[in-house]
């Protein structure tokens, strides 16, 4: 299928979007991941693959060749602040390091980025790309709103909504234990929206330790998809 940021995007055919790749990244060895990616590539005959981390594959030795590898870097937290899981930092290191030396193309989203990646390496070779987003997109989805927020049990205007990966690192404990100091509008619920992360477990821990009655308040989805954010944003 098509994301919805790339519609307006002519020489774009089409999208195959692994999400599941990154579950399992941290279970089987980078060489396995890195033949299952490009060999899924292959066969559906793509020529592009892009990842939205820095990811440890490299090409396969005897496939491969023909099929671009982006890697696009969001930013690199796990580097500069304390509250990341130990050995986190390590770990996105050697990432981005394996990402940086073998894709044929490394994209940061903001100017800061790119900067301090190529500081890294004494070298020049990432760039900057901002995230599309189409300003059509929202009228495109206007009719599957009411559906979605029946889905989540959501009205309008009446919740506050964290869009971030559910790990330590994104402070998302401090977020759960200020909502529940707010008594003046019980009726407005919290809305986390993101996948599992390094940590996830303590914030269950902090979750669970709530009464009924705030944790009914608390909503979490789990990955969505570009459709679904649109309307609950």
Same mark, same amino acid.
């Given at each position: 299928h098509k994301p919805e940021s790339l519609k307006n995007y002519s020489k774009v055919i089409g999208t195959i979007n692994l999400c599941f790749i990154y579950r399992i990244s941290d279970i089987l060895p980078n060489r396995i991941i890195s033949w299952l990616i490009f060999h899924l590539a292959k066969r559906n005959d793509i020529d592009t693959i892009i990842t939205s981390s820095p990811f440890a594959i490299k090409k396969p030795i005897f496939f491969g060749k023909h099929i671009k590898l982006v890697q696009y870097v969001h930013d690199i937290m796990p580097l500069n602040i304390l509250e990341t899981v130990p050995g986190s930092g390590k770990? *996105?290191?050697? %990432?981005? !390091? +394996?990402?940086?030396? /073998? @894709?044929? !193309? +490394? +994209? @940061? /989203? /903001? !100017?800061?980025?790119? $900067? #301090? $990646? %190529?500081? $890294? *390496? /004494?070298?020049? #070779?990432a760039k900057l790309l901002y995230l599309p987003f189409s300003p059509s997109e929202k009228s495109e989805v206007k009719l599957n709103a009411k559906a979605v927020l029946q889905y989540y049990k959501l009205k309008r205007e009446s919740y506050l909504i964290c869009l971030s990966v559910l790990e330590q690192r994104k402070n998302i404990n401090r977020l759960i234990q200020a909502f529940t100091l707010s008594t003046t509008k019980p009726q407005i619920k919290l809305v986390l929206v993101g996948d599992k992360g390094e940590g996830y477990k303590e914030i269950i821990n902090t979750y669970n330790s709530l009464n009924k009655k705030m944790r009914d308040r608390i909503i979490t989805t789990g990955f969505i998809n570009e459709k679904e954010k649109q309307v609950l944003l």
């Amino acid at each position: 299928h098509k994301p919805e940021s790339l519609k307006n995007y002519s020489k774009v055919i089409g999208t195959i979007n692994l999400c599941f790749i990154y579950r399992i990244s941290d279970i089987l060895p980078n060489r396995i991941i890195s033949w299952l990616i490009f060999h899924l590539a292959k066969r559906n005959d793509i020529d592009t693959i892009i990842t939205s981390s820095p990811f440890a594959i490299k090409k396969p030795i005897f496939f491969g060749k023909h099929i671009k590898l982006v890697q696009y870097v969001h930013d690199i937290m796990p580097l500069n602040i304390l509250e990341t899981v130990p050995g986190s930092g390590k770990k *996105f290191l050697k %990432n981005l !390091e +394996v990402a940086y030396q /073998s @894709a044929d !193309e +490394v +994209v @940061a /989203s /903001s !100017e800061t980025t790119r $900067i #301090k $990646i %190529n500081k $890294i *390496f /004494s070298k020049d #070779k990432a760039k900057l790309l901002y995230l599309p987003f189409s300003p059509s997109e929202k009228s495109e989805v206007k009719l599957n709103a009411k559906a979605v927020l029946q889905y989540y049990k959501l009205k309008r205007e009446s919740y506050l909504i964290c869009l971030s990966v559910l790990e330590q690192r994104k402070n998302i404990n401090r977020l759960i234990q200020a909502f529940t100091l707010s008594t003046t509008k019980p009726q407005i619920k919290l809305v986390l929206v993101g996948d599992k992360g390094e940590g996830y477990k303590e914030i269950i821990n902090t979750y669970n330790s709530l009464n009924k009655k705030m944790r009914d308040r608390i909503i979490t989805t789990g990955f969505i998809n570009e459709k679904e954010k649109q309307v609950l944003l």
